[in-house]
């Protein structure tokens, strides 16, 4: 089992959308890392929900893995903002898991708040640079976060 991290605006997709949904495919990521990570995702590996771009961003809630990364379907559709011209059916580039909504944390865990933790050295997220969508996160990191909204 694994654990993740993955990023959204909650204006575009917020963990209140993933309660109501159930379940999404992770679409739109267009970064060749963040694409690597979720092709490695397995069927039960736990999921922290981050809102960037928020005031505050933070973590705030837990989700797992549905079903393994398949082919992304935004990119063959050319009303979609992350159509990819030079992806085909036969060869896609882009990628994505299924995740299912698990809880919504009893508080935001802010940005700033991770960043005074000094068990979370280490994590991704909290290294100068560190933009990307999805990263994996340590088992230690995934359950100090989650501990931290209770």
């Given at each position: 089992m694994a654990f993740w991290l993955v990023k959204t605006e909650p204006d575009?997709?917020?963990?209140?959308?993933?309660?109501?949904?159930?379940?999404?495919?992770?679409?739109?990521?267009?970064?060749?890392?963040?694409?690597?990570?979720?092709?490695?995702?397995?069927?039960?590996?736990?999921?922290?929900?981050?809102?960037?771009?928020?005031?505050?961003?933070?973590?705030?809630?837990?989700?797992?893995?549905?079903?393994?990364?398949?082919?992304?379907?935004?990119?063959?559709?050319p009303r979609s903002e992350y159509f990819d011209e030079k992806s085909t059916k036969e060869a896609p580039r882009w990628f994505c898991p299924e995740i299912k909504f698990l809880r919504k944390l009893h508080r935001i865990v802010p940005l700033e708040e991770l960043r005074a933790e000094k068990g979370l050295s280490g994590l991704l997220l909290l290294q100068k640079g560190s933009r990307l969508s999805v990263i994996p996160v340590s088992e230690k990191h995934f359950t100090s976060i989650v501990s931290l909204a209770e």
């Open positions: 575009v997709y917020s963990i209140d959308d993933l309660k109501r949904d159930r379940s999404t495919d992770w679409t739109g990521v267009r970064n060749y890392q963040a694409r690597n990570y979720l092709r490695e995702m397995k069927i039960g590996d736990d999921v922290l929900v981050y809102h960037s771009n928020a005031e505050p961003p933070g973590v705030v809630g837990t989700a797992a893995v549905l079903k393994a990364a398949a082919p992304d379907k935004t990119q063959f559709d």
